[in-house]
């Protein structure tokens, strides 16, 4: 054993019988613990351990659910907003929604983010630190605990870029797969990114049937440079060729996020060059991809300037896009009463202390 200690949380079965190897326990005190630790219970809650092994196991091992800081419910739609206190002290937010076909969780993966997106409160003051795998899951069982339901599907798309912390983040796609814990298939896992090219190339080779949204929200370079700086390092042709390969690799269809932000990219004019842009880099001879594209009102946040697109330029830029063949959807706005909009809970929370 070595002298840190392990996150039960994060750890699979087979590793848990290892642990309870080196603790001098039988490997089958795993599955007696694995389901009970998914479903929100410390070892000390546990009444099929006896009172030796659950002080062998808190003298290696930590166990931790974030905690319910504060918690807003929507009067409009239900929507559930927590924002959680890790163990360290630090917060982040999780969203809890609920759909004709279930309930599903908007997850966190880092404190802050350093991306540094001009549309987005959670990259401001930038990045804090990555969550680990056991946090990742926390939010998914605290929320769930609480709300007392379970969770049908998961959203990435919380503070942090989910692909700057590319190990933890894979971690928990497979604990929360695993049907002895809780069993949420990967095809109800959605994972967002900016557009971290090295890192789609490294999630295509693991062939997880999840899926991929891309943030494009512009439609070139210029622009997207100017809201969002990781475009300077990959560019827009560069994203795309990635996506093209995602899609060889996996089969899975990409959606394409695309925020609209009154008088920067809300235009018909902007809609059309989008999709020239998809139609001309993912509809070749031998590309079949198809393409999906999520409209999102920019969420207002007071010290980015920007304002959201009315709600006429937004059916008219729906309507260019399906006039090109490209497949638009806008995202039903939930929450709206609750801010909603991801970070901004986190940042009050941090100026009252």
């Not at 070892?43 to 930590?62: F, H, S, V, W, Y």
């Not at 319910?68 to 809890?96: M, N, P, Q």
């Not at 939010?139 to 503070?159: F, L, T």
């Not at 899926?211 to 042709?237: G, K």
């Amino acid at each position: 054993m070595t002298d840190q200690k392990q996150e039960l949380l994060a750890l699979t079965p087979t590793e848990l019988e290892d642990l309870f190897t080196a603790l001098g326990e039988p490997r089958y005190r795993a599955k007696q613990i694995f389901p009970q630790l998914h479903r929100g219970l410390s070892p000390d809650e546990m009444t099929n351990i006896g009172k030796q092994t659950r002080a062998r196991l808190a003298e290696a091992t930590t166990y931790f659910l974030p905690r319910v800081r504060r918690k807003l419910v929507s009067a409009l739609d239900g929507t559930i907003k927590y924002l959680f206190e890790l163990a360290d002290g630090h917060c982040v937010e999780s969203v809890l929604m609920h759909y004709e076909h279930g309930t599903t969780i908007c997850i966190s993966s880092q404190v802050g983010c350093a991306m540094g997106c001009k549309f987005c409160a959670s990259t401001i003051g930038g990045k804090v630190r990555n969550l680990t795998a056991g946090e990742l899951l926390g939010q998914v069982i605290a929320a769930a605990r609480d709300a007392g339901e379970r969770v049908d599907g998961i959203v990435m798309m919380g503070i942090g870029e989910p692909l700057d912390n590319f190990d933890a983040v894979v971690r928990f796609l497979k604990l929360v797969n695993l049907p002895e814990g809780l069993n949420i298939g990967y095809r109800h896992i959605s994972l967002s990114t900016c557009g971290l090219v090295d890192r789609i190339d490294r999630l295509a080779e693991l062939e997880l049937p999840i899926t991929l949204s891309i943030s494009l929200h512009a439609a070139n370079d210029e622009t997207r440079s100017a809201i969002m700086p990781v475009n300077r390092r990959w560019n827009i042709a560069s994203l795309l060729d990635a996506c093209r390969r995602y899609f060889a690799k996996t089969g899975r269809r990409i959606s394409f996020e695309y925020t609209l932000i009154a008088g920067k990219n809300d235009t018909v004019q902007d809609a059309r060059e989008l999709a020239l842009l998809l139609n001309r880099n993912l509809r070749t001879r031998t590309d079949t991809m198809p393409i999906h594209v999520n409209l999102i009102p920019v969420n207002e946040v007071a010290e980015t300037g920007f304002s959201r697109a009315d709600a006429g330029a937004v059916k008219r830029f729906a309507a260019e896009l399906e006039k090109n063949g490209i497949r638009a959807t806008v995202r039903r706005r939930l929450g709206a009463d609750i801010q909603a909009a991801c970070g901004q809970l986190r940042r009050e929370s941090a100026t009252d202390k």
